[in-house]
């Protein structure tokens, strides 16, 4: 079987993904497990999708993918930024639209460090006046 396969990586926070490309009928699955059983909300569902519906591609490919770290919102955004890069390995012409939509840039927000002196990244600790 010489199927041809792209290949993109995605990250965001501290979750990374794995995308592979295969042509097929849109079946996606991610860590061996379908889609729907792996992100469970629908606004994530969509999200994930973002990138085939921009480029009018939904439904033509199948997708395969490896996620780890993070968690499952961080797991997904680093999904769409994945499927996102492996559709420009497809057609590099789509890398415009992908671009103009935001798909193709990294999310940059990340959790802020803890302090010392702090309870948390920025919140003290109680105050006791006696």
Do not use: C
Request: aromatic content about 10%.
């Amino acid at each position: 079987m010489n199927e041809e396969r792209f290949y993109g990586t995605g990250h965001r926070k501290n979750a990374v993904a794995r995308v592979w490309l295969m042509r097929g009928t849109g079946k996606i699955t991610v860590n061996k497990k379908p889609m729907k059983e792996y992100v469970s909300w629908w606004t994530r569902r969509e999200e994930l999708l973002e990138p085939f519906k921009v480029t009018g591609t939904l439904g033509e490919w199948d997708v395969w993918a490896t996620t780890k770290g993070g968690g499952i919102i961080g797991q997904a955004g680093a999904l769409r930024h994945g499927i996102a890069k492996a559709l420009v390995e497809v057609n590099p012409e789509w890398r415009g639209i992908l671009k103009k939509s935001g798909l193709l840039t990294r999310d940059p927000r990340m959790k802020e460090r803890k302090k010392f002196g702090r309870k948390r990244a920025r919140r003290g600790f109680q105050f006791s006046k006696r």
